[in-house]
């Protein structure tokens, strides 16, 4: 999908407009952001934007996740082991800690 | 209420307020005409009419022209009353803290051209290497089928295996070089792109304090109509019991609105009036007493 964030008044007013009269574009829209159908009309509506506001608007192309293959899997190992701990009141480093769950400020500094 | 100001025409006419009647004169001194030279103050082109009086306050634009069909704004007319009359808000200290706050911050400005021309640049390197990585696997084919060709006649076309070869290292050559080429577009996009997102937290922090400028406008505007709105509302009363319904019409409501509004606000200009509304009001000087201010009838 296409992801557009605005980052001007002028820019958010645009973006609305243009949802409220192509909602058949328009996937889902969070006050000033919206996601659009990856369709041709989705992308001349966003190279309007782009066009009108310039470095106003953020235009991203989203994919949707998939963690067995974008996440490795120590990473998502350790998600659903931390979901599925025994206290919910456990943070996340006390959890991993002693374990060979990944610490999180390492997986903050590693990109995908 | 001193209501010395004069009014000229294009054809040399003058006129001294306060009161001034323009209903038979031709339409290139239209009220609208009027009204405009009223707000715009001198000079004018010599073909409109000139107006000498203290410029208006805020509040003209909302009541600077009564017909019987004037439609209002109310609560922003009330809004403008409240600044003409200089009242303060509880919103005014914070709005000037966060209007400074705007003013100071600074964005980073992104150069939008730049960031074009290295989108187009990336895109346009990465369909030349695929359509070259196209372009070798192709001619590797075309040799590997000259090569059988020349084993299975036995007597080997040399020259064509030769030419499709010499081709193939041709297109090999250029792929490596399209593909250093994208490489290079790509890593000066993606530094684009990361001093682009860093630039948009400034545009981030912009964005939150222009609405909550707005914010805070509308809070203003919402505590002047308040502050004013028991005397636009006892203004309207005198109005009533003075007129009754003498100027019933469409906007009958709006106008009543806007004459009250017209009589307590500070105006400074003349304002205009049609001749329905002066007579509804009891004649000029009645009207000139209910308003407060110079008054062009037309």
């Not at chain 1, 309007?48 to 989203?62: G, K, M, N, Y």
């Not at chain 1, 998939?66 to 456990?90: G, K, L, Q, W």
């Not at chain 2, 990465?126 to 192709?138: H, I, N, Q, W």
């Amino acid at each position: 999908m296409l992801l557009v964030v605005t980052y001007s008044r002028r820019a958010r007013e645009t973006l609305r407009n243009a949802c409220r009269s192509h909602e058949e574009t328009v996937v889902r829209q969070f006050g000033r952001a919206a996601l659009l159908r990856e369709t041709e009309y989705g992308a001349f509506l966003t190279c309007r934007l782009r066009e009108r506001h310039a470095e106003d608007v953020q235009i991203e192309r989203t994919a949707p996740f998939n963690e067995f293959a974008d996440a490795p899997d120590a990473v998502r190992e350790a998600a659903v082991a931390y979901e599925r701990r025994d206290s919910p009141y456990t943070p996340y480093d006390r959890f991993a800690a002693g374990t060979d769950h990944p610490d999180a400020a390492e997986m903050r500094g590693r990109e995908l | 209420m001193t209501g010395t100001w004069t009014l000229r025409l294009p054809d040399g006419t003058e006129f001294a307020g306060p009161v001034v009647d323009v209903r038979d004169l031709a339409t290139d001194s239209a009220p609208g005409a009027i009204r405009r030279a009223i707000r715009g103050g001198c000079p004018t082109r010599p073909d409109r009419p000139t107006v000498h009086a203290p410029l208006p306050t805020c509040v003209h634009s909302h009541v600077g022209h009564l017909e019987p069909d004037v439609s209002i704004d109310r609560r922003t007319a009330l809004a403008a009353v409240g600044v003409a009359r200089g009242i303060d808000t509880p919103h005014d200290a914070e709005l000037d803290r966060v209007q400074r706050s705007l003013r100071d911050l600074s964005v980073p400005t992104i150069d939008d051209a730049e960031l074009r021309a290295a989108r187009r640049r990336a895109a346009e390197a990465g369909s030349e290497t695929e359509r070259l990585r196209e372009r070798v696997a192709t001619l590797r084919g075309r040799v590997a089928a000259r090569r059988d060709d020349g084993d299975s006649d036995g007597d080997g076309d040399d020259d064509a295996v030769a030419e499709a070869e010499a081709s193939l290292s041709e297109a090999t050559r250029q792929l490596s070089e399209a593909s250093t080429e994208r490489v290079a577009a790509t890593q000066r996009l993606d530094t684009l792109e990361v001093r682009a997102r860093r630039a948009r937290d400034a545009r981030e922090d912009r964005f939150r304090l222009e609405d909550r400028v707005e914010n805070l406008r509308r809070a203003r505007r919402a505590a002047l109509a308040d502050a004013v709105e028991p005397d636009v509302q006892d203004a309207r009363a005198r109005l009533e019991s003075m007129i009754g319904d003498r100027v019933a019409g469409p906007g009958g409501n709006d106008l009543h609105d806007a004459l009250a509004v017209a009589a307590i606000a500070p105006l400074r200009a003349p304002i205009v009036a049609d001749p329905d509304v002066v007579a509804a009001l009891g004649g000029p000087d009645a009207a000139f007493e209910w308003f407060g201010t110079p008054l062009v009838i037309g």
